[in-house]
């Protein structure tokens, strides 16, 4: 157990609708990052948060958003989904922003109809 | 831009055979390089990680050696069992000030065979 929480598991939506991703990170880590597995692009960064700020983009849509809340834990808001967001969701946490180890948490699987 | 490129997989090795799963990398400065397993319906579990040159790191049996001269990170276990069947993520830390993602290489699918 890494100590990193998401919810929910499984979550099976219809295209256009909007979805809402949730991670803790573990005690005391400050920084949160959101990766996207799927079968065609494997992992990718999408974006980090530090201390409530987005510290980082990588490869992620517009549609898609999100944000940390004062008590550290972090939301991830895709919207207008196509059936191509279906994909494995990691958040992972660390620290702070260097080279610290990021611990993984178990997942999200999206599943869009 | 920065890349991890990893063998392709999928690996099928019998009980106790050796294992090698090659990773190299492409980057600016030097990253800390990491070797991250997951298991079936399970998410990324860090396996070990080396933070400099010639930093071995080791967990499970498994080692990895960070060569910088070659770029590589390879994984390497002398005797495998039927549990260590899963896939291997070769991934390298970012050297963005003040953000430090991962890139991952695209993952080794191994089975293990008794």
């Known amino acids: 157990d890494s100590g990193v929480t998401q919810t929910p598991k499984h979550l099976i939506t219809a295209t256009g609708q909007r979805v809402t991703l949730r991670c803790s990170p573990r005690?005391?880590?400050?920084?949160v990052y959101w990766y996207q597995q799927s079968l065609d692009q494997g992992l990718q960064f999408l974006i980090q948060?530090?201390?409530?700020?987005?510290?980082a983009k990588g490869n992620i849509l517009e549609r898609f958003s999100a944000q940390q809340f004062p008590d550290l834990h972090s939301e991830l808001n895709l919207s207008s989904l196509e059936l191509g967001d279906s994909a494995l969701y990691f958040c992972?946490?660390?620290?702070?922003?260097?080279?610290?180890?990021?611990?993984f948490g178990p997942g999200t699987r999206l599943l869009v109809l | 831009g920065d890349s991890v490129t990893q063998m392709e997989g999928p690996v099928t090795l019998s009980e106790e055979a050796f294992l090698t799963i090659n990773c190299t990398y492409t980057?600016?400065?030097?990253?800390?390089l990491f070797w991250y397993v997951q298991y079936p319906g399970e998410g990324l579990q860090l396996l070990l990680k080396?933070?400099?040159?010639?930093d071995k790191g080791s967990n499970k049996g498994f080692e990895a050696t960070y060569r910088k001269e070659t770029t590589s990170f390879h994984l390497e276990k002398g005797s495998v069992q039927v549990s260590d069947s899963a896939v291997y993520f070769c991934?390298?830390?970012?050297?963005?000030?003040?953000?430090?993602?991962?890139?991952f290489g695209k993952g080794t699918k191994l089975s293990v065979i008794p």
């Open positions: 992972a946490s660390s620290p702070g922003t260097g080279r610290e180890t990021q611990y």
């Open positions: 005690s005391g880590d400050l920084s």
């Open positions: 948060y530090y201390n409530g700020e987005e510290r």
């Open positions: 980057a600016t400065g030097y990253p800390s």
């Open positions: 080396a933070t400099k040159a010639d």
């Open positions: 991934a390298k830390g970012g050297s963005g000030a003040g953000s430090y993602q991962l890139t």
